[in-house]
């Protein structure tokens, strides 16, 4: 009983010790993201000095070269381009609309929604038709909506407190209105921009079509349009809506994951991915989405060189091709580990924005998470409180498939989707603090993931 | 023992759906705040129709005007103007500055610091002398000091996760470092602002003299124009500073602390105040310090009168006075409430900006602490989750004397000091969700502490 008692109190005082330890390591780490970071310059040079990098385009080409030549700088064990095949569609000249009511003409912003077809070389103009859901197009059917624009007016809920629940309940509108509407003989949809705040700025986004039903133009109209033109179409008997877009669909591309290592010291073979993604659409700069994924993750490497932390196990910085339009280079990833038969053990992503770190969400085998999420209080004095199973992210959510642990990186959201797919992610809209803190919460994890592994 | 054990069930049981009530109700006031809140328009009209409105100006007596009228608007049980006299102090014509090397002149971007006295007409311009903190003045002493004009260049520390604690390090210098190095012999001295942030716009705020020394002019330095002149005075043996400002202190203005009441069904006689301060500073427009405040705090009153909650303690709502420059309006509400011996239970102060609410900092008796800090799982759903001892507020901190249990409301601080005291202070600059996030908050715990007050 009595060495059993030795035994215990030594076990306790030994885990006490690391986790003293533990805690003084990741306050290190805290203070050299706030104090010696690099990746608020290094975004403002992605935003400033190459800008929108959507797949295919020449951006998406230099953004590869330029976080490529950030690793090799940073000198990390290995950095090399991961070859990925990535679609290649171009929205063109700057799209037009208005509507009409009695002959007088109303412009209103708009943008081509990602993937969408071109109308009419003059545009197309035609009765529009205001719904809210896919039941309301379905009780109108093929009578009521062939011939026309159907205007899909369904507002992100300002109700939610998470603003990705918002969006997780209306982004289906914008991916499929196109798709359902041309289904009853629509000629072309516009649909209300997928943000909470009330403004003036399209926000586009990737919709899809359906190989069995004809295809037919799709836009997003700003809230304020929408507004606008939901009043007009209360009013009036008869509005009419025009609009004009030129996009269009190229042969797939060549692009990259860019991906480099920091190798472990002591279990190299086991791999911790992190990560976001460098494509961005092009109304804005990507800056938060998702420039700043990409920046605060190579910096979480860049603050083990500076602090002269040698990782256990290896750290691997992706920069992710081809997120917001095929997902192409999350999955390219996941064949190249299935391929080489590599043990990643976890992966970390943060694609939702470079805003106040609030914690993690987890998704994955429960007695690993619990392992991790058990190490949760000494993220406490960081304010990092938020530890919940939930969602990883687009582009290491592949990764389930060989058994990682995957972790969403989860920033404050309620500013997220006032510039999320718009003109206004900007470089600008991004605080360096925020960001800063976003990336040394992001190493501490990756610090005791190295430690530790994700085995209970 | 039977006996014990059924009425112990029924305790735990009625505990438990008091609870499920209250986080019932917590969530219809979080959704109110978000769906149908009214503080961000009122802020809006607040920044832009009437503006800065700093103690003694023609634009604080608008502002407390509109703010009486909008609780008259608003119904409350009782609203009335308390009397506090203000003191008056005017910035005057826009301050100019430049350093000189060599004869050649570099403008930097300057503020007079609030309470500071004019220069000559003309100006003043002597050698600069740079110094980091108060015992750099000391050993310098009279020899090197006397004639010169002092740049004390105390960065605020980024290395501070909070930067309240940054703020707290550093503001001793804006305050008092022209009493300190006036007893050396300076004829004025220049600050370095009180912001994290690299940037151009100069940062007032209030300092003082001591009524035994002389008094010097003294001036705020933007973070730019600081790191410039440090690294003018690095490379060069004699560099002169420059700096004119016109402000001026005028008698005493009669001035108003705002309040509003609902009263208590049950327990009238038990207040819980819930403020912010009216005035600020007059570069920006007071938006986040602290019109945000003001107008979270009557939203607080609104949310209860439109989902029909009927508090059972009084909730008295103050617009103070005078916080920015003297601190009137706070001391004024204590002698009120001395006079009439009124029992304030609590008092909550939203005077940290506008952003994405945290949580709650505590000051006052322990016991009292605890009951309310009991509750705070009910915030937990809405990422509530910052309850420790701490400040409460500028303003609510006098009624300490009376007994009164402190609460500082606690938004995530990051951005709070890019714009503090600055002409970034503007409405912009004040997200939406976050503003009426921080309202449903407090609202939340004031319902609390209207259902069951302190008393443990």
Aim: overall charge negative.
């Amino acid at each position: 009983m009595k060495k059993i008692l030795v035994l215990l109190a030594f076990f306790f005082c030994a885990t006490a010790k690391a986790q003293q330890s533990d805690s003084l390591i990741i306050s290190k780490i805290i203070n050299q993201a706030l104090t010696n970071g690099e990746c608020y310059p290094r975004l403002n040079y992605l935003c400033k000095n190459i800008g929108p990098r959507l797949s295919g385009s020449l951006n998406g080409e230099k953004a590869v070269e330029y976080v490529n030549q950030l690793c090799v700088e940073q000198k990390l064990d290995t950095t090399f381009l991961q070859p990925v095949t990535v679609p290649h569609w171009v929205r063109g000249e700057k799209e037009q609309a208005y509507y009409k009511v009695n002959g007088k003409k109303s412009a209103v912003a708009i943008c081509a929604l990602g993937g969408s077809i071109a109308t009419y070389k003059k545009g197309i103009c035609a009765p529009v038709i205001e719904v809210h859901d896919f039941d309301e197009l379905k009780v109108l059917g093929r009578e009521k909506i062939e011939g026309k624009i159907v205007f899909m007016n369904h507002p992100m809920k300002s109700s939610f407190v998470h603003t990705f629940d918002a969006y997780g309940e209306a982004a289906g509108y914008r991916w499929a209105t196109a798709q359902y509407a041309a289904k009853y003989g629509a000629i072309g949809v516009v649909v209300r921009s997928m943000t909470l705040a009330l403004d003036n700025n399209p926000h586009t986004g990737a919709m899809g079509y359906n190989d069995t039903i004809i295809k037919i133009p799709a836009c997003a109209i700003s809230t304020i349009g929408a507004d606008e033109l939901s009043a007009a179409i209360k009013n009036n008997s008869q509005v009419e809506f025009y609009f004009r877009q030129s996009c269009e669909k190229f042969p797939d591309a060549q692009s990259y994951n860019v991906i480099g290592e920091l190798r472990g010291s002591e279990k190299p073979e086991e791999i911790i991915v992190i990560g976001g993604h460098l494509d961005s659409w092009e109304l804005g700069e990507g800056a938060h989405d998702d420039g700043a994924g990409v920046m605060q993750s190579l910096e979480v490497l860049h603050i083990f060189q500076n602090l002269k932390l040698q990782p256990k196990r290896t750290i691997r910085f992706v920069a992710f091709a081809n997120e917001e339009n095929g997902s192409r280079g999350g999955k390219q990833l996941l064949a190249y580990a299935k391929e080489r038969n590599e043990k990643i053990i976890a992966a970390i992503e943060s694609d939702e924005g470079g805003f106040t770190p609030r914690g993690f969400s987890f998704n994955g085998d429960s007695l690993k998470m619990q392992k991790v999420m058990s190490k949760q209080e000494l993220f406490y004095p960081y304010d990092l409180k938020y530890w919940e199973n939930g969602y990883g992210g687009t582009d290491i959510n592949y990764l389930k498939e060989v058994g990682a642990l995957l972790i969403g990186f989860v920033p404050d959201s309620q500013r997220y989707f006032d510039v999320h797919h718009a003109s206004t992610d900007v470089f600008e809209n991004v605080n360096k603090r925020e960001l800063e803190l976003g990336a040394g919460s992001m190493a501490a994890l990756v610090y005791l993931l190295s430690e530790y592994g994700v085995n209970p």
